[in-house]
């Protein structure tokens, strides 16, 4: 009884000075055993007594150890309330002491806000959660997941975009960057940014790993059907793919890899039997909407096709050539490719030809000068980095040592060994 | 040199008329529906005659003009096999004939019983020679030995002995003149083998050796390896080994190859692998090559009018050379290929110098319909073959000139954004594998 509210009194008094926080935070470690063994409900009175703000670090383990306990129906909203408040009026120097604690009260706001079933609210407490705990915009945090599942949810994909447009090079967990990257490209996905897509979900099936797992798989499945969308072909494995990962992959997206084939063949009749027989899995998988769009996108290629063949064509003849019904579907497709600026196109509706152009891009106005600019510094930039890290890792003392074990060397080690069999 | 051929280009486009009455009065020079197989069989001598003869024999299968050429081809094999003494092959061609040719061209049990029982005696007769040689240890006579039982397999048709037996004598050649035979007779055997794999190496041990070599046999290896080359699809090699054979080699190769097989070899190979300046010094004005094209002048005129880019006329020889050329038991597999890379170099040559074609009068010199042409060369653009585009419209082929300043900035941004993402994932993998690396060691401690 006493201890908490001595503890609170000391919360109060230590909050000031950098080194007082200190202090406190070796008194609160201290004390972390009987913050458990309490009551949760106990807390409620003492985190009222505290200001979120001033006081972070007590009212993180309060928090924490509150949140520690069951939650029923009627606490929750009380409590998602008091989460989000502190969230957002929390010191970050405070937190970053124990950010263990500070994850760990997000991961349970989040198992709430999903069990009430209003994802949305969390979205924006969560971002701000990411921007106080992360050390800095490269900090993949294993909250990243839970906001970009809780986006998803929610459809907010346009809310996700600021956090997923940050490159990612530090990662915590493996798993996080697993996860933040299959649903990175969902979300990408979602916004039609396709070739972002591909580069999230070509991350996560080429991370380094031991044994396959689903994440992989699954983030396998929707590769290649973006990059069917997007390419109108699927690359092989990158040599730097694991061994399990190489291995296992095919054998589990058998369904997307024959329509990966059939694709190539530019027949419709065969893709459409390819997903008829198919259908089921796809449907499963709830990848049948990308289905849809590859088989959609293979008129958009065999059209952009055309254009490198052609300068006028027929709207006839791009129907038999894409294999269109009608040529007012042709016109319908080509119409839109024009809109979306993937071909450089005009129709003449009078004898219903079409004229292909080149691309009239010049290269020639400032606006492009500055973009390939900027793509110069920032590949400098990145170079940089390359080079940081592989000094650093050459001078790792756990990688030399590793490097040196794998060299064939006669150790002494090795003529011992042998020996012993015969003891 | 390009304006000249536009000239004779457009010559030849309007010219039509005129071309096609003379072509008529040559195809029916080259008589090309009918083939005759005895001026064919002539040409060879040997086992090659035989294997020839029996090739053409199972291609012609239906039809009446066909069957009468099958039975044609099959008479004369049989005639040739009772010149030899090969048992085997007078069964085949016995069960092949299957009486058609009346009794006199039956299996004949008492010549093949007779052959059979002469050869074991040899065999016997030459075994017990080696025998002798061999312990007596003279490496010439042991050379001869093997050489005899060679010549032995070979006639009667035991090419996998003969091979080995021959490969054999090369331990005991102690001249280049030996060298040089032993891999002839290599040759010889492999080719009938189809193993032209052997082929080529023993030819390039023929040409190593330290004599300078007689030209006979020169173009003997020449020609061998041209073989080797063209069944390993390599046609650019094989038609310069083939323009490069002598004109001593004269009927000396008939066991493998005709001088007509030269030409049309070479020729065919030629027109499909070269551009126009090899084909100008290399073909058109080689002396010793030109002699062998006054052999066949059908070949001798399709290249000069590929030169000269009378198409139409061109591909009706093909056309009309076509259906003997498949009864080639060499060149019959890569007749198509060999086409249709003529095709395609002739429709990239004839666009070539044109900053616009009429599709009309280019479907007219090529004998085709629009469309269809149009379909050949919309297979052409996508294969990067022809710089150009089809105005489907007013069907016209335009030369299409590259920016390639433009083609630089895109090519340069393309890559940009591909490093940057590759650095990116790089730079990411890099800390995995660093993450997973620290948590070992710490398990370790």
């Known amino acids: 009884m006493d201890s908490m509210e001595t503890l609170l009194s000391q919360i109060q008094a230590f909050s000031g000075s950098p080194q007082d926080v200190s202090h406190l935070h070796s008194l609160l470690k201290q004390s972390e055993d009987s913050l458990q063994s309490q009551q949760p409900s106990r807390f409620v009175p003492l985190l009222e007594q505290l200001d979120p703000s001033k006081h972070s670090l007590g009212y993180l383990y309060f928090l924490e150890a509150y949140a520690s306990g069951p939650i029923s129906r009627e606490q929750a909203s009380g409590f998602l309330l008091t989460v989000v408040n502190f969230i957002n009026s929390c010191a970050v120097e405070q937190i970053r002491l124990a950010p263990d604690k500070f994850l760990s009260i997000c991961k349970k706001y989040k198992d709430q806000v999903m069990q009430l079933q209003v994802p949305m609210q969390g979205v924006a407490p969560l971002r701000t959660a990411i921007r106080k705990i992360q050390s800095s915009s490269e900090h993949l945090t294993s909250l990243h997941s839970d906001f970009f599942l809780l986006c998803i949810l929610s459809k907010c994909y346009k809310s996700a975009q600021s956090i997923l447009d940050e490159d990612i090079f530090e990662v915590d967990q493996p798993r996080d960057l697993f996860l933040y990257g299959y649903y990175g490209g969902i979300i990408n996905i979602g916004l039609k940014r396709f070739d972002k897509a591909i580069e999230c979900l070509h991350n996560v099936f080429t991370s380094p790993m031991t044994s396959l797992n689903a994440i992989a798989v699954e983030a396998y499945k929707k590769y290649i059907l973006v990059s069917l969308i997007q390419n109108g072909q699927v690359p092989s494995f990158p040599k730097y793919t694991s061994a399990s990962a190489q291995r296992g992959l095919k054998t589990y997206t058998q369904p997307y890899i024959d329509l990966a084939t059939s694709y190539a063949t530019g027949k419709f009749a065969e893709i459409e039997a390819c997903i008829q027989t198919n259908m089921d899995k796809y449907q499963s998988d709830s990848n049948l909407g990308l289905v ?23 709207l006839q003849d791009i129907a038999n050539t894409v294999q269109l019904n009608t040529p007012k579907e042709a016109e319908m497709h080509v119409l839109r490719m024009i809109q979306d600026g993937e071909i450089f196109a005009t129709i003449n509706q009078k004898d219903g030809m079409v004229s292909f152009h080149e691309d009239p891009e010049q290269y020639k106005t400032c606006e492009m000068i500055e973009h390939i600019d900027s793509s110069i510094q920032r590949l400098m930039k990145l170079s940089k980095k390359l080079s940081a890290i592989d000094e650093q890792i050459s001078c790792d003392p756990t990688y030399a040592n590793k490097v040196g074990r794998e060299r064939p060397r006669y150790d002494y080690d090795d003529f011992d060994s042998v020996p012993h069999k015969f003891f | 040199m390009d304006a000249d051929d536009e000239l004779i280009g457009d010559e030849a486009m309007f010219s039509n008329g005129v071309d096609e009455a003379r072509t008529a009065v040559r195809s029916s020079m080259s008589g090309g529906e009918q083939m005759d197989v005895e001026g064919y069989a002539s040409l060879y ?26 039975l044609e081809a099959l008479r004369m094999a049989y005639d040739e096999i009772k010149k030899g003494e090969d048992s085997h092959l007078h069964r085949d061609v016995a069960a092949k004939i299957a009486g058609r040719l009346g009794p006199d061209y039956g299996l004949d049990l008492a010549w093949s019983d007779a052959v059979d029982r002469r050869a074991e005696q040899r065999k016997e007769k030459l075994e017990n020679e080696l025998n002798g040689y061999r312990t007596n240890l003279i490496k010439e006579s042991i050379r001869m030995g093997y050489n005899d039982f060679g010549d032995f397999y070979f006639a009667h048709g035991q090419l996998g002995d003969a091979f080995k037996s021959y490969v054999r004598t090369r331990d005991y050649c102690t001249t280049s003149k030996h060298i040089i035979q032993m891999c002839l007779n290599v040759i010889l055997v492999s080719i009938e083998l189809g193993q032209f794999m052997h082929v080529s190496n023993y030819v390039g041990k023929a040409e190593q050796t330290s004599d300078t070599l007689d030209p006979v046999t020169v173009a003997k290896l020449k020609c061998a390896s041209g073989l080797a080359q063209l069944e390993a699809k390599k046609y650019k090699l094989a038609a310069r080994k083939f323009l490069e054979t002598g004109p001593e080699l004269g009927n000396n190769y008939t066991e493998v190859i005709a001088q007509q097989d030269v030409a049309t070899y070479g020729g065919l190979c030629a027109l499909a692998s070269f551009d126009r300046m090899e084909l100008k010094n290399k073909v058109i004005d080689n002396i010793n090559f030109r002699n062998f094209l006054e052999l066949v002048p059908e070949v001798r005129e399709l290249i000069h009018d590929f030169y000269t880019s009378h198409y139409a006329s061109c591909l009706e020889y093909l056309d009309n050379l076509k259906p003997n050329l498949l009864l080639d038991i060499h060149l019959h597999d890569h007749v198509e290929t060999l086409y249709t890379q003529i095709r395609h170099k002739a429709i990239i040559q004839y666009t070539h110098p044109f900053i616009s074609v009429d599709l009309n009068t280019m479907a007219g010199a090529f004998k085709t319909s629009v469309a269809g042409l149009e379909k050949e060369l919309e297979a052409l653009i996508t294969e990067n073959q022809i710089q150009a585009r089809i105005d489907s419209h007013n069907k016209i082929l335009y030369a299409r000139h590259a920016d390639q300043r433009n083609a630089t900035f895109q090519r340069a941004l393309q890559t940009g954004v591909e490093f940057d993402r590759d650095v990116r994932a790089m730079l990411l993998r890099a ?5 997973e690396n620290n948590i070992r060691a710490s398990r370790k401690l």
């Not at chain 1, 958009?300 to 254009?307: A, Y």
């Not at chain 2, 294997?51 to 066909?66: E, S, T």
């Not at chain 2, 800390?431 to 993450?435: A, I, Q, S, T």
């Open chain 1, 292 to 314: 849809k769009q590859v088989l959609s996108s293979l008129y958009k290629h065999n059209i952009q096709r055309l254009t490198q063949t052609y300068l006028t064509l027929s």
């Open chain 2, 431 to 435: 800390n995995l594998m660093k993450y």
């Open chain 2, 45 to 70: 001598s040997g086992r090659t005659k035989i294997c020839r003869l029996l090739f053409v024999a199972d291609r012609c299968g239906g039809g009446d003009h066909q069957e009468a050429t099958q």
